[in-house]
């Protein structure tokens, strides 16, 4: 039902595109009829037409990567992409928003095994990949089958080397092949390449997960015993290199057996992974006071208190990521906001700018920012000293100039001598006891004319999650690592139509920082858009419209309300939520300016 009504927005976006890019076809050439096979009466002409490479670029500056994909994939199987188009084709493949019906395996296992800028919201679409390979196998359930089946799956062990798997029927593959792994014996795995990868792969996906899954009875005592052995017994390397294996499929491993797992010569490039994966991991939630804090004891007037908020962020730091997309085009703020503002031409701010993050958390957020603007400086502050170790190092190896880290609460900073052009902060402040204030402080900080963009929670659009929260609270599941797990049971075992049951389809689901952050968080308030609307009166800040990632809301907003063409109508869009509840799905992310 799902891929129906996607093959017919595919078509749809199509025959609208080829009216747009091949302005001479008479009438639209090309349909999608089932799930995989692309029927056109004049293909070639199509391809030829669609093979000039301001084409594809248009395209896929109006985000239609999908389009663009299909029409690359189409050129190249009658010839060789250049090399500009291999580049532009791959950066489409990176970003789609759904895979359109024709096969990419080939392409994501060239992608996933040699780029460096793989990111985590590449993983559904990958995921999609390979369940439509799985269904259309017809794929046999008997243990057997399924360990040499998944064994043999490149693009399979890349995902799981490269991802938080985000789907809940991987999840249930994962589970039933570590079990059988678990099981193997050494020789069985000594005779089989393949299957140690495929266990070495399931322990990065156990690090990139936080370890959420959950580990049966039988299972732990399997593995209370394979490390006992491994801690006790005079063993050769080999016998530790594979119980280290099985334990790390399921548990973070212990300093002890990482050493000696570190200590073994001539590693594979997988093995070589999984090290600096685990010891990635072993060394942000180390000591993690790194990072200065913005302010010595004696230059505020009153450190704020450790809150649960920030003893949270600091067992949890979010979000996990490994990469960032990067952006081919980097332009100035004042470009990128005369383009969004484009019945406003006058954006009175310097080519470089000075930019504060307020709750950077562990810095995706900072390195976006500096990928996409020219900056003089950013400045990046959160209160959790993990979450800022975490992303100094990411950032120290991506090697961007002039960002500093510093360890603060935004309360703090009432006195702080500094001001900035543009702060951005997503995702903090309805963490915060009182977001109006904490609010207020971070408008202090900003030049007069500046621009903030701000994320908070939706009411409406976090409906399920706070139906999650209630249920949490009402059933009392701990909000530890234990505890989380129970919870997910209970949403799996939960009807299928149920609205708990919805959260499986939140990428936030299936990794455990983020299932904190997402419905166990110590403290989350929602917002609607008449209380944006007045938050922002209060402060004197005006509403310049939402960074919508879905381009089609807008679409549709402009189409509903034509006099608000920029889309910064409050109370338009209060009611076009009431008829559309998951716009802001994300969050209500938006742009404001000091009056
Ligand atoms: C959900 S994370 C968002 C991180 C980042 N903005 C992003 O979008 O990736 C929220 C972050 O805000 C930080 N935070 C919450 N309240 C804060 C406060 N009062 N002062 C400083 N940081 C705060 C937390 O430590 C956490 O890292």
């Keep these: 039902m799902m891929l129906f009504s996607r093959i017919q927005t595919i078509d749809l976006i199509l025959i609208k595109f080829q009216i747009l890019i091949c302005g001479n076809f008479a009438k639209p050439v090309c349909k999608f009829k089932s799930s995989d096979t692309v029927k056109s009466k004049t293909k070639e002409e199509m391809a030829s037409h669609s093979k000039t490479k301001s084409n594809y670029k248009s395209l896929m500056k109006k985000g239609f990567f999908e389009i663009a994909a299909t029409l690359l994939h189409r050129v190249k199987s009658t010839s060789q992409l250049s090399d500009e188009e291999q580049v532009l084709y791959d950066m489409c493949l990176c970003r789609l928003s759904f895979l359109p019906p024709i ?28 369940l439509r390979h799985l269904k259309s196998k017809m794929f046999n359930h008997k243990h057997s089958k399924l360990l040499e089946y998944f064994a043999g799956n490149e693009l399979f062990t ?17 589970r039933e092949l570590r079990t059988t792994i678990l099981d193997l014996s050494n020789d069985v795995f000594s005779c089989n390449a393949s299957y140690y990868n495929l266990a070495v792969s399931l322990a ?7 370890y959420i899954l959950d580990i049966s009875e039988d299972e732990l005592g399997k593995l209370a015993t394979l490390e006992h052995e491994c801690r006790e017994k005079e063993t050769d390397d080999y016998f530790e290199k594979t119980c280290f294996i099985k334990l790390a499929m399921y548990l973070p491993p212990t300093e002890n057996l990482k050493q000696k797992f570190n200590s073994i010569n001539s ?15 072993l060394d942000y939630l180390g000591d993690a006071n790194t990072v200065p804090l913005l302010f010595s004891r004696g230059n505020i007037k009153e450190r704020a208190p450790v ?16 990469n960032v997309l990067t952006s081919k085009s980097k332009r100035t703020f004042r470009e990128h906001m005369e383009h969004r503002e484009s ?46 170790k975490y992303a100094r190092m990411k950032v120290d190896r991506a090697t961007y100039p002039d960002i500093e880290f510093y360890q603060a609460d935004i309360l703090e900073l009432t006195n702080w001598e500094r001001q900035f052009h543009l702060i951005e902060s997503v995702g903090v402040i309805h963490h915060t006891i009182d977001p109006i204030r ?18 908070v929670y939706s009411r409406l659009a976090r409906r399920y999650i706070e139906f999650a929260r209630q249920v949490i609270a009402e059933e009392n599941f701990s909000d530890d690592i234990e505890g989380m797990r129970a919870f997910r049971n209970f949403v799996l075992k939960s009807r299928e139509t149920s609205d708990l049951r919805k959260l499986i389809h939140y990428a936030d689901f299936y990794n455990t920082n983020h299932l904190k952050d997402l419905a166990f968080n110590a403290c989350e308030k929602v917002f609607d858009i008449p209380q944006l609307k007045a938050m922002l009166e209060l402060l004197g800040l005006e509403f310049r419209g939402f960074q919508l990632d879905n381009k089609r809301h807008l679409s549709k907003y402009r189409s509903i309300f034509p006099e608000d063409q920029a889309g910064i109508n409050l109370d338009n869009w209060a009611s076009f939520e009431t008829e559309n509840p998951d716009t802001f799905i994300g969050m209500y992310q938006f742009w404001c300016k000091k009056k």
Aim: with cysteine; hydrophobic share 35%; net charge negative.
């Design 307 to 322: 809150t649960e908020v920030k003893s949270q962020y600091e067992n949890y730091p979010f979000p996990r990521w490994s």
């Design 158 to 174: 890349l995902y799981l080397q490269s991802f938080f798997n985000v789907d809940i029927s991987i999840e249930h593959k994962i």
């Design 267 to 281: 590693k594979t490039k997988v093995e070589r992974k999984l090290s600096q994966h685990i010891d990635e991991r």
């Design 204 to 210: 990065i996906q156990a690090c990139h997960s936080d």
């Design 343 to 388: 019945s406003n031409k006058s954006i009175s701010v310097p080519d470089n700018i000075d930019i504060l993050v307020a709750g950077c958390g562990t810095g995706k957020h900072v390195i976006s920012l500096a990928e996409r603007y020219y900056y003089s400086t950013i400045t990046a502050i959160d209160f959790s000293a993990t979450s800022l």
């Design 438 to 455: 904490t609010l207020k402080v971070l408008v202090d900080l900003l030049n007069q004319g500046g621009w903030m963009k701000i994320g």
């Design 103 to 130: 096969d990419l395996t080939n392409d994501y296992c060239r992608i996933l095994s040699t780029s460096q800028s793989i990111d985590q919201s590449m993983a559904p679409i990958v995921a999609e990949q390979i």
